[in-house]
Every structure is written in C-alpha cells, then in structure tokens.
C-alpha cells in the first residue's frame, strides 16, 4: 500500500529554566530566586519534545517552530532550538512571564499558537522550575483540541495519533485521537541530537517573531513565601579522606543501622 | 466542602485516593467531604470507599465513562463539581489526574496547584506547600481568584491509613451524560512492557545511580559496590532513558517503588520522582559531590565529594 504523507506544520513550546547544577539563592522578597545569579537552559522535557519534533518532520516533512512565553533571556532557548534544527521561533515576550504559572503561561501560548493552524503542538510534560505540569494540558483546554500526556512514542497515520502514554509502575496505554492536537512528551522518548556548528551559523539567518501578550499576564497562584525546604531527616555526614570516611559509614552501616 | 476525585480500576481503587481523603479532611476542618469516583468498577470502589468518614461516596458511572479518556472525565467531574459545589477539589497527583485535571480547571475556569506536600494555614486561610526547583526549594502557596479551588497532593505526602473512618455515608450513583462525540481519545488496553525480570521490591539492598556517574563506562565501580553489599544495582531515570541500566532497574513513579533494608544513592540528586520510589527505605546513604542535594533530606548516612574516589574506598571497606 502506497502511504501518502502530508507534510505536518508543529509547534514545540519550550522553557527557559535554571540549570540542574544551578544553587538557589532567594531574593530579598522571599517569594522568587535571585535571577542574576542563576544559570539557565532549555527545560530538559522541553528538549526532547523538540527531538521528537524534529524526527516527525524529517519521516513527514513540514516545518518546526519553536515557541516561548518568558522574558528578553528566554530568546537564548530560542536560539538554541534553531541551532537545532527548529525552522523559525516565536518569543511571546514579557517581563511577567518570567515567574508565572502554568494557568498563565498556557493562556498566553494559547493565543500565540491560536492563528498559525498547527497540526501538532508538543511540550515536555512538566518544567524543572515551577514543575507544575500543566501547562502541556492547559494549552490543549485553551484551544479546544484533543490532547494526551507523559508521551513515550508518537505514530502519524492518515491524519490521525496513535500515541504511547506511561501510566506508572511500568504500565503504558496506547490512545488515538484526530489531529490537530497537544501532546506532552516524557523525557527518554528518544535520544537527543545536540546543534552542530553549522547548525548554529544556520540559526542565525532564522526568523525570532516577537510577539506580546494581548492582556495583562493574569496569575492564578500566588507564592506566598520560597524557602529552603526543612529536612525530614537528620543526615549524619561521614567525613574525611575517601578510606576515612568509607571505614566511618561501613561501622555505622554495621553497628548503628545494622542493614549490612 | 471539599470534593475527593478518587482513582479506581476495574474496582481496585489507587491507594493515592485514601490520601487524598486525608488531604480533604484535614482541609475540610469539619466541613463535609464528598468522595466521586468514576469507570467501570467504580460502584465496587464506592463500596470501599464508604469506609472513610464522609458525608458521601458517587460513583460516576454511564457508557462515555466506562474507561479512562481525558475528555470523558473532564466532562464527567465538571457536572460533578456543578452538583456537588465545593469549595476545594482535592485529587491525588497521580499521572491520570495529571492528564485530566489541568483542562478540568479550564472548562470550570478555576485555578489548580498541583502537587503539593501540606496544607497550612496562613493569614487565617488554607495555603499550600510544595516543592519548586526539583525540590531545591519549597513554596507556600495560594489558589487565586473564585472557588472552588483544585489541588492536587503528592504521592505519599498524607498518609492513606489515618484517613478518618465510620461515618457510613451515603453512597449515591450519578449517571456521566456525556456525548460520545464529546469525546475525542480512543484507548487501548493499558500492558506493562515486559514481565519484570527484576523484581526490585524484593531486594534488601540496592545501590542505586544517577547523573552523577557520568558514564556508563563508570557502572562497574557501583556494580562492585553492589557485589560487595550483596546488593541489586538500579537507577535513577535519566540513566534508564540513555540505556547505560534497562528500564526494569528504574526506580521512581514511572519505574519501581521499593523498600529495601539498605538504599545507597549514588550521583542521585533527589528530585522528587526518584524519591517517591526509594523514601520507603529503612537506612538511606547518599553520596553526592553537592551537599545542598535534595537526597541529603532523606538520607540517614551522607557522604559528600567525589564518588569516584569514594566508591572504591567503600567497597575495598567491605572486602576487608
């Protein structure tokens, strides 16, 4: 059977987050991190959406766009999904999307992703900042199309999804569903491909569209107060040399515990 | 009036559902809790449920509702919250109540906080805790504008055993009218990849790795380690997800809950999808090169540097 493929329009939303290795330090007001200190990257879910992006349209042809709702830093994440391989960016652009909630963020992602007639939409399934896992969903709610979550695998055939969704303890579920559509991509769904040099001279001839928010960003929770979280547990650090230490943690391991 | 959304399947309800009737009760500070659960089976389910002390147990039953959709229990549960007009739907933050409840929120145009760990008061009125930043940090929090509010709790943050119980409810049945064209996903059987070789729960010790190990060329010092403590060898996910373990050494909420007598973390951060895997265990040893690490508030015994020095060091310790 000859299989016709038409070419799929998909929008990956991404997020600019601080990096794994990044140690957080509060700001003076107690409710949001000290952002000139933080290191960032493109939210790790987020990546592999675009990874799965990128291989839809390599098997069906298409274009990839890669879309944000952050503040003037969020443009680096742009830049490095183009490098990517990602066709062309949109930077929905304000300072107050910088520590907003999913409720926010999926309205404003909404409305930038509202004209441009996607086939299909992807984002990781949660942020590693707020990780509120929401937004994928609430994107979905917001432009009355059909979604799923937590995707491990993604089938296109004759205009419809078949997608792999983990359920937990081991267990997945296949679903089907119409496009266009929302999908929220778990993170080992494929291997990552990482920019080439060529791939970041490339993205600098791409097009960044700036785009602003029609409304006031509107929050949906408020954070009362940010803190170091209290420890349930009272660790006790074995110290000294490697070989110090280790007799240290096998006597406590053996005389204390008593699990070895 | 707080409304539980509990999980059930084929009659077998999720263990989160008790905990999240003790996250609704300690919410509900006397006020009158209502469990729904929906699916075929969930009239078996409501039988258990009316063990718990509340005013009432629906089971949500009707065609379009047979099997979990997104669609189907998004239509479902906002004629429930119509019925039932809470202040607060509670629901366990499981990865069905992760698919479901954010377009839940749209359709009722309400906020959601979403896996959260406690409940306190603040200024006299419920604020929620949970974890941000992997778990670096912790937020109080607040739900914005009108009632009723969705929250979502954490797996494990409430204890389902001191759910208060006996207040025999009364248990009622509501039909879901939902419109099959309403309803755009079509499920298959849930299946598990592959029967589970390793049966980790069974383990009574495991020295599980993380990021930290950096490559897989690096695997045979854990597996020492492993060897020497008569030990099994896991991971955290993302060393799954780049094939350096299989995936049926994952432990996790998308891999395998355990409790073994001894867990040694290696190179493990601690985020919070590992730990609600692993914090079952009676003795923790983390072994991170970064002290400010999520693992060290759960760990009992910490060694902090480089693991790479220290994983020779410990299992040349247990060989002696």
């Not at chain 1, 979550?149 to 999804?161: A, E, F, N, P, Q």
């Not at chain 2, 069974?202 to 190990?213: F, K, L, N, P, Q």
Request: hydrophobic share 45%; aromatic share 4%; charged share 20%.
């Amino acid at each position: 059977m000859v299989q016709t493929l038409s070419p799929m329009k998909i929008a990956v939303c991404i997020k600019q987050v601080p990096t794994r290795e990044w140690q957080p330090r509060l700001a003076d007001d107690g409710r949001s991190i000290r952002e000139q200190d933080a290191s960032w990257e493109l939210n790790e879910p987020d990546a592999y959406a675009l990874e799965e992006a990128l291989r839809l349209r390599e098997a069906h042809g298409g274009e990839v766009v890669v879309c944000t709702a952050g503040p003037a830093r969020a443009a680096m994440v742009l830049r490095e999904a183009l490098a990517r391989g990602a066709d062309r960016a949109i930077h929905i652009e304000d300072a107050a999307l910088g520590h907003a909630d999913a409720m926010a963020v999926g309205a404003v992602l909404a409305e930038a992703c509202g004209g441009e007639a996607f086939d299909l939409i992807l984002t990781g399934l949660q942020s590693d900042d707020q990780g509120y896992a929401q937004t994928g969903v609430v994107l979905a709610a917001r432009l009355g199309l059909p979604h799923a979550t937590i995707i491990m695998d993604v089938k296109i055939d004759g205009g419809r999804l078949r997608v792999k969704r983990e359920l937990e303890g081991g267990w997945f579920q296949w679903v089907g569903m119409p496009l266009p559509a929302v999908l929220t991509i778990q993170s080992g769904i494929n291997q990552l491909r990482y920019a080439t040099l060529k791939g970041i001279m490339a993205a600098k001839k791409k097009e960044i569209r700036k785009a602003a928010p029609s409304a006031p960003v509107t929050p949906r929770v408020e954070i009362l107060s940010l803190y170091v979280p209290q420890k349930s547990k009272r660790t006790e650090i074995v110290s000294g040399g490697p070989a110090e230490a280790a007799a240290a943690l096998v006597k406590k391991l053996r005389e204390d515990a008593r699990v070895i | 009036m707080v409304l539980v959304i509990a999980e059930q399947r084929n009659g077998t309800l999720n263990r989160a559902s008790w905990e999240a009737i003790a996250a609704g009760q300690q919410l509900a500070a006397g006020s009158p809790v209502t469990v729904a659960v929906a699916g075929a089976g969930s009239e078996q389910a409501a039988k258990e449920l009316a063990a718990a002390d509340v005013a009432g147990v629906i089971a949500v039953t009707g065609a379009q509702v047979e099997h979990y959709t997104a669609d189907g229990w998004v239509a479902a549960h906002a004629a429930v919250v119509a019925s039932v007009a809470p202040q607060w739907v509670v629901l366990p933050h499981t990865y069905q109540t992760r698919d479901f409840a954010p377009a839940l929120a749209v359709k009722l145009d309400r906020a959601l906080v979403t896996d959260c760990t406690g409940i306190k008061t603040v200024d006299g009125k419920p604020a929620f805790t949970r974890p941000m930043y992997q778990g670096k940090l912790a937020a109080d929090v607040r739900p914005l504008g009108e009632a009723p509010w969705l929250v979502t709790f954490q797996i494990g943050a409430f204890r389902g055993d001191q759910a208060k119980r006996g207040a025999s409810p009364a248990n009622t049945r509501m039909d879901a009218t939902v419109e099959a064209a309403a309803i755009r996903q079509v499920p298959e059987e849930p299946f598990q990849e592959a029967r589970q070789a390793v049966d980790l729960s069974e383990a009574e010790r495991i020295v599980a790795v993380g990021r930290g190990i950096k490559g897989p060329e690096h695997l045979p010092l854990a597996q020492a380690l492993a060897e020497a403590l008569h030990a099994e060898v896991a991971a955290s996910r993302p060393i799954c997800d780049s094939g350096w373990l299989p995936m049926e050494r994952q432990i996790g909420s998308s891999g395998q809950t355990v409790a073994p007598k001894l867990y040694v973390a290696v190179g493990i951060s601690g985020a919070i999808q590992h730990v609600v895997g692993m914090k079952g265990a009676r003795t923790i040893v983390a072994i991170n090169k970064d002290a400010e690490a999520p693992i060290f508030e759960v760990a009992d015994y910490g060694y902090v540097g480089d693991l790479f020095e220290f994983l020779p060091a410990l299992t040349a310790e247990l060989k002696k």
